[in-house]
């Protein structure tokens, strides 16, 4: 048989913005992953009209329901209350939920106050979910044909709540696993993929193919739901060959997290080290490739220079070749490329050098101009860009391309000439 879920998320901090719902995105992905299917999320704030008006319309539409928050101690944490009388069942006290809780305080040597009596109390024939990481117990139960799982809201305590009680309750509902894996794409637009893929798209059933537009970068995943992950597996892999025949090397990797997550271990893989002289990426893609762990095995360093002043004294840009292409021009991107490489002793260089906006530079160069220019043993590589207006934009764009120039040449898929 197969289920279908609807989270609901209680908390007006939710509505106000100030927290983010990274529970949904959890469990949306938990539930996926033990094939039971997610077509609803709804945020409601701390109002008990409103949760119940929430439950009434999950409950006509789903046949499971998870809620996350409104299980503390507060006034306002009122789940409980709202799902055991929407489904007709009393609160009743649960002996050993108060044993934990007066159990946690006097482990942290504090006097717990009498409004956490509220957390002793759960459904009646309901299985309590024991919070090893929290006061509030969770609990599931199941009536008129609905599961019901109620899931303490801060993030930490809902993914282990999940994670440990909630998905191997769950486990024993769910008609097979569904399967996911994502190809990411660079050098093609969303829109050019779609269009090539929109009959294959509309043709599919099991697996499944969804396109996904990304700051400067598509992706492509592919589902598939089986008995067992083995089979599902099985079916995502010739999908996956026939869209890596189509798209070529614009497939830079599946399951990774972006294109500098590819480069680093490129560079690992080779042995080579690499440093970055940046003017209008203003230290992004050095940025971005400290982020990752494990970069200072091939990071040598990076320059920011913005002025030209820097790009002369920190990289050796020669003066007369500044002042007669400009500092955004193919040639002094080159001498950046090959002054960082000789200035950080490392193996490679990259260097960005371009008009991030709002306004056109002083020889009238349009915003999103750019060029980037890998610095290697055998010469120096250069890509113009023209990315359009946006300073995040055009920024964005000069890193991508920066990180697919490293992660191309190390591949032995550069065709730029030097």
């Not at 599946?254 to 003017?279: I, P, Q, R």
């Not at 991030?356 to 980037?372: H, K």
Request: hydrophobic content about 40%; aromatic content about 6%; proline content about 5%.
């Amino acid at each position: 048989m197969s289920h279908t879920a609807e989270l609901i998320a209680v908390g007006t901090e939710l509505l106000l913005g100030n927290i983010a719902n990274t529970d949904a995105q959890m469990l949306s992905q938990g539930l996926s992953a033990l094939g039971i299917h997610v077509y609803y999320h709804t945020v409601v704030g701390d109002n008990p009209q409103r949760l119940r008006a929430a439950v009434e319309t999950a409950r006509r539409r789903a046949d499971i329901i998870i809620t996350t928050g409104g299980l503390g101690p507060t006034c306002d944490d009122l789940t409980k209350n709202v799902l055991a009388d929407c489904f007709g069942k009393k609160l009743v006290h649960n002996q050993e939920a108060e044993d934990r809780c007066r159990g946690f305080f006097q482990a942290i040597g504090k006097t717990m106050t009498d409004n956490n009596a509220q957390q002793f109390y759960l459904p009646e024939g309901c299985m309590p979910f024991q919070n090893d990481w929290g006061t509030a117990p969770g609990c599931a139960f199941k009536a008129d044909g609905v599961r019901v799982i109620m899931l303490p809201g801060p993030p930490r305590e809902c993914t282990a709540m999940f994670r440990y009680r909630a998905a191997p309750y769950l486990q024993s509902l769910s008609d097979g696993v569904i399967v996911s894996r994502t190809l990411k794409l660079f050098g093609i637009g969303e829109s050019s993929m779609e269009i090539l893929l929109r009959d294959r798209m509309n043709a599919m059933t099991n697996p499944t193919l969804a396109p996904y537009a990304k700051e400067g970068e598509c992706e492509l995943r592919i589902t598939a739901k089986a008995p067992t992950q083995e089979e599902a597996r099985a079916l995502i892999t010739p999908v996956e060959a026939e869209l890596r025949a189509l798209f070529g090397d614009k497939v830079y990797g599946a399951d990774v997290a972006c294109l500098e997550e590819v480069a680093l271990a490129l560079l690992k893989e080779k042995g080579l080290t690499l440093g970055s002289a940046e003017s209008c990426t203003g230290g992004l893609i050095a940025k971005r490739m400290t982020d990752l762990p494990g970069a200072s095995a091939v990071f040598a360093g990076g320059i920011v220079s913005y002025t030209n002043a820097v790009k002369r004294r920190a990289l050796g840009v020669s003066p007369a070749l500044l002042e007669e292409y400009g500092a955004v021009s193919e040639p002094v991107a080159r001498a950046m490329a090959e002054g960082a490489r000789a200035a950080l002793g490392c193996d490679l260089a990259v260097a960005t050098t371009g008009v991030a906006g709002p306004d056109s530079d002083e020889r009238g160069n349009p915003v999103g101009l750019v060029y980037v220019a890998l610095a290697t043993p055998e010469g120096v590589y250069v890509r113009e860009l023209h990315s359009g207006a946006g300073r995040q934009r055009v920024r964005t764009a000069a890193a991508h391309n920066a990180f697919d120039l490293i992660r191309r040449y190390l591949a032995g898929l550069l065709e730029e000439t030097l």
